[in-house]
C-alpha cells in the first residue's frame, strides 16, 4: 500500500513553547492531506484539512491560530502546536488519500506529543 | 450528522476461534466504509477498503461485509492468531467531493495463546 510518514513519532516539550509535525507522502503526490487528533480510548478526530497551495480548512472548535497548518508541497504537510498546553498532549495522525478514484486512506505512524 | 458506532467495545478470544467485529452507520449515504487496524501507540494500517456499491471483500483470513441500506458493516477474522490482538476500527466516507472520514471508537481485541 502507499506509504505517509510522520515525524516524529513521540515529543516532549514544555509549556509555552510550540512544536511542529511533519507528515509525507513517499510514494505518491497528495493535493489533501488529513490532521486527526486522538484522546485515550477514543475515537479518531478530525481537526483540519490541508491543502497544498491553499488555506488549511479546519473543523468546527478547532483553533486555527493555536493548530498551524502547512502544506506547502504535494507530498508535504506540517501541523505546529503553538505555545502548547498540557491540555494540547495527545496523539495526532495525519492521513492522505492516494487518488482520488480510490479515495482509500492512509495514515502516518502518528505522534505523541506530551506538554509538560 | 454521521456517526459510526462499533460494538463490542472490546473482544477476548482463544486463539483459533473465528470472530466478528461490528459496525454500524446512521447515515446510509457513504462513498466507501474501510476497517483498519491500530497497535497501541501507532498508527493505522488499513485492512480492507469496501465501495459503496460493493457487498463484501476479502483479504486473507480477513472478510469485510457492507450492507450499506441497513448501515451495517462486519469484519470476519477467521482462525485467530495472538499477532491480531490490536484495535480494529471502522471508518466511512460521506459523499460528496470530500475525504472525509467518520471514525467509531473501535473494538479492541485481545487473542489469547
Known amino acids: ?116 | 450528522k454521521q456517526e459510526v458506532t462499533q460494538i463490542p467495545a472490546a473482544l477476548s478470544v482463544p486463539e483459533g476461534e473465528n470472530l466478528v467485529l461490528n459496525c454500524s452507520f446512521t447515515d446510509s449515504a457513504i462513498y466507501n466504509l474501510q476497517w483498519f487496524r491500530q497497535d497501541p501507540g501507532k498508527g493505522l494500517t488499513s485492512l480492507l477498503l469496501i465501495q459503496s456499491s460493493q457487498r463484501e471483500q476479502t483479504s486473507g483470513r480477513l472478510n469485510a461485509s457492507l450492507d450499506k441500506s441497513s448501515g451495517r458493516s462486519t469484519l470476519y477474522i477467521a482462525a485467530s492468531q495472538p499477532g491480531d490482538s490490536a484495535t480494529y476500527l471502522c471508518a466511512v466516507r460521506g459523499g460528496g467531493s470530500n475525504y472525509k472520514l467518520t471514525f467509531g471508537k473501535g473494538t479492541l481485541l485481545t487473542v489469547n495463546p
Open chain 1, 1 to 116: 500500500g502507499a506509504v505517509v510518514s510522520q515525524h516524529p513519532s513521540w515529543v516532549i516539550c514544555k509549556s509555552g513553547t510550540s512544536v511542529k509535525i511533519e507528515c509525507r507522502s513517499l510514494d505518491f503526490q497528495a493535493t489533501t492531506m488529513f490532521w486527526y487528533r486522538q484522546f485515550p480510548k477514543q475515537s479518531l478526530m478530525l481537526m483540519a484539512t490541508s491543502n497544498e497551495g491553499s488555506k488549511a480548512t479546519y473543523e468546527q472548535g478547532v483553533e486555527k491560530d493555536k493548530f498551524l497548518i502547512n502544506h506547502a508541497s504535494l507530498t508535504l504537510s506540517t501541523l505546529t502546536v503553538t505555545s502548547a498546553h498540557p491540555e494540547d498532549s495527545s496523539f495526532y495522525i495525519c492521513s492522505a488519500p492516494r487518488d482520488s478514484s480510490n479515495t482509500e486512506a492512509f495514515f502516518g505512524q502518528g505522534t505523541r506529543l506530551t506538554v509538560v
